[in-house]
């Protein structure tokens, strides 16, 4: 029983530790994303524009993508 609790033990604080870092990792994405897209809606429209859906948004997103490239 003490060997198990001698290797478990580590192992345990490693996959919690891994588990942590993964959350924080994607969190961090997630919100740099979100503030990529706002400064990108900001920098198209030269300000805030709240009255757009998402449904029009993501089509203008798509068409100024589709003229760049």
């Known amino acids: 029983m003490d060997g198990i609790m ?8 490693i996959v919690a530790a891994a588990a942590v870092t993964f959350y ?14 706002l400064e990108d809606e900001e920098d198209e429209n030269g300000g805030f524009k709240t009255s757009l859906s998402s449904r029009k948004r993501r089509a203008r ?9």
């Not at 001698?6 to 604080?13: D, R």
């Not at 997103?61 to 490239?69: E, G, M, P």
């Open 61 to 69: 997103r798509k068409l100024i993508n589709k003229i760049k490239s």
């Open 24 to 37: 924080a990792v994607s969190f961090n994405e997630i919100r740099e994303k979100s503030f990529r897209d």
């Open 6 to 13: 001698q290797m478990g033990l580590p192992v345990l604080g």
